[in-house]
């Protein structure tokens, strides 16, 4: 998959050569572009910002720079028979999830517009539908101070689901969101730790009565810290033999 990230603040994209995500990036699954938004002006003081038409505070980022750098990550980028997919991380887009998360890993050519201030004039989004699937991203109901943060967020929760990021694929299976609910505890040795036993099912051997007790700790726990999650839920997807383990 190839990733390219727009931004004033190219270093804050840094961390995306750590971790799994680095690893991915130097063995070639992944191949991740930083570009830095002020290179696309032709101002000496490198101006991306000015002030909203209509009045009201904070500074709004100007079109033109933003129309070069998409022009450019075009032009560079692999011949591929899709479009791109251009994500504008804001707090006014569709909020992210693991659904949306398959669905971008399993899509070509990524790109990110890191917006700062009071966001992007909204004529260089109209812009980029001529060349780009245009998608405003938001991480969630609060506000950041622009969508490095929330790039760091999606490419990780994307790039993790790409084959040959995460070593082994069994544990993409049973982790949170995966299915709808909530991942079961954990817990590893010692089974007995400052008076606090581990459940004795799991010393138990049996897994089938282990699996019950997973999907039933994945249940209780969905149900209490995220109640709305259960909705979607088809309730015979909990086998009658979990109510009584
Ligand atoms: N930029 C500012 N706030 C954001 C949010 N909640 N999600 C994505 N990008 C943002």
């Given at each position: 998959m190839r990733i390219d990230v727009v931004s004033i603040f190219p270093e804050y994209l840094a961390a995306l050569d750590l971790s799994l995500i680095g690893k991915a990036r130097q063995d070639g699954v992944l191949d991740v572009r930083v570009h830095d938004l002020r290179t696309f002006t032709t101002d000496r003081h490198r101006t991306v910002d000015d002030t909203p038409y209509g009045g009201g505070a904070g500074m709004v980022m100007k079109a033109e720079p933003w129309a070069q750098a998409l022009e450019s990550v075009l032009t560079e980028a692999p011949a591929s028979q899709h479009r791109p997919t251009?994500?504008?991380?804001?707090?006014?887009?569709a909020v992210f999830d693991q659904a949306m998360a398959h669905e971008l890993a399993g899509l070509e050519h990524l790109v990110f517009a890191c917006g700062r201030y009071e966001g992007i004039d909204e004529r260089a989004i109209d812009w980029a539908r001529d060349g780009f699937d245009v998608r405003p991203v938001s991480l969630g109901d609060?506000?950041?101070?622009?969508?490095?943060?929330?790039?760091?967020?999606?490419?990780?929760?994307?790039?993790?689901?790409?084959?040959?990021?995460?070593?082994?694929?069994?544990?993409l299976v049973e982790e949170s969101h995966a299915d709808g609910l909530l991942e079961y505890p954990v817990y590893t040795k010692p089974s007995s730790w400052r008076g606090r036993d581990i459940p004795e099912v799991l010393l138990s051997g049996n897994h089938a009565r282990i699996a019950r007790w997973r999907r039933m700790e994945q249940f209780r726990r969905t149900a209490d810290r995220r109640p709305d999650l259960l909705g979607d839920i088809d309730a015979t997807s909990l086998p009658a033999a979990d109510l009584k383990a």
């Open positions: 251009l994500i504008v991380p804001s707090p006014a887009g609060y506000v950041l101070n622009g969508g490095e943060v929330a790039v760091l967020a999606m490419v990780e929760a994307v790039g993790r689901l790409i084959p040959g990021v995460v070593g082994n694929p069994e544990s």
